[in-house]
Nanobody, 118 residues
Framework: QVQPVESGGGLVQAGRSLRLSCAAS????????MGWFRQAPGKEREFVAT????????NYADSVKGRFTISRDDAKNTVYLQMNSLKPEDTAVYYC???????????WGKGTLVTVSS
C-alpha cells in the first residue's frame, strides 16, 4: 500500500513562492506517474501538473504554466511542486496523486492547504 503525505503548504503573499513536497512510503515508485491536483473552496478538484515515470514528460494546467514546476526524486520517493508568482486564485487544498494506469494503482494524499493573500 502506498500512502502519499503532502507538506509545505501555508499562508503566503501574492507574488511569493512555495514548494510543496509529497513523500510516499510503501514501495518503490519509479514506474508511477506522480501529480498534483487542487481544490479551491466551492469548486471541484482540478488538475495542476503531472510528471511521468522517468521525469521526461511533464504536463501543466494552463493556469499554472510558466509559474509552477513539478519534479521528482525517486531515491526519496518524493514529488515536488515549486510554485512561483503565486496568485490569490491559487488558493486551494493541494493533493498529491501517485498512480499507474492499467494496474489498478491510484493513491491520493490527504492534502495540504495553500492560501495566497492579496
Amino acid at each position: 500500500q502506498v500512502q502519499p503525505v503532502e507538506s509545505g503548504g501555508g499562508l503566503v503573499q501574492a507574488g511569493r513562492s512555495l514548494r510543496l513536497s509529497c513523500a510516499a512510503s510503501g514501495r518503490t515508485l519509479s514506474r508511477y506517474i506522480m501529480g498534483w491536483f487542487r481544490q479551491a473552496p466551492g469548486k471541484e478538484r482540478e488538475f495542476v501538473a503531472t510528471i511521468n515515470w522517468n521525469g521526461a514528460i511533464t504536463n501543466y494546467a494552463d493556469s499554472v504554466k510558466g509559474r509552477f514546476t513539478i519534479s521528482r526524486d525517486d531515491a526519496k520517493n518524493t514529488v515536488y511542486l515549486q510554485m512561483n508568482s503565486l496568485k490569490p486564485e491559487d488558493t486551494a487544498v493541494y493533493y498529491c496523486r501517485i498512480y499507474r494506469p492499467g494496474y489498478g494503482m491510484d493513491y491520493w494524499g490527504k492534502g495540504t492547504l495553500v492560501t495566497v493573500s492579496s
